[in-house]
Nanobody
Framework: VQLQAYGGGLVQAGGSLRLSCAAA????????MGWFRQAPGKEREFVAA????????YYFGSAKGRFTISRDNAKNTVYLQMNNLKPEDTAVYYC???????????????WGQGTQVTVSS
């Protein structure tokens, strides 16, 4: 399984970014795709996840109401639309994949490289 995350960048507070995660290597219909982030000096934290089969989304913490996770089956790509970004959203964002089970927050089996998101105040 190969996961490639991209779309990060520098944005002002209140702005938006859309992260993408391109997946390859197998059929993902039984998988859940997750987004995590890790800020400097902090532990990695779960942000959101989506069931590949039915598109059910899951969110955690401050992502609720500001972030939207979606997927494009034809492109094998998962997106994280981030709106109203805040400086505390600054982190390296990672996409990950695992077989769907009852715990969408982890642990995940496959990880992509991170993409940096920096939100200036």
């Amino acid at each position: 399984v190969q996961l490639q995350a991209y779309g990060g960048g520098l944005v002002q507070a209140g702005g938006s970014l859309r992260l993408s995660c391109a997946a390859a290597g197998r059929t993902f219909s039984s998988y859940v795709m997750g987004w995590f982030r890790q800020a400097p000096g902090k532990e990695r934290e779960f942000v959101a996840a989506i069931s590949w089969s039915d598109g059910s989304p899951y969110y955690f913490g401050s992502a609720k109401g500001r972030f939207t996770i979606s997927r494009d089956n034809a492109k094998n790509t998962v997106y994280l639309q981030m709106n109203n970004l805040k400086p505390e959203d600054t982190a390296v964002y990672y996409c990950a994949a695992k077989i769907l089970d009852t715990v969408v927050t982890g642990p995940y089996d496959y990880w992509g490289q991170g993409t940096q998101v920096t939100v200036s105040s």
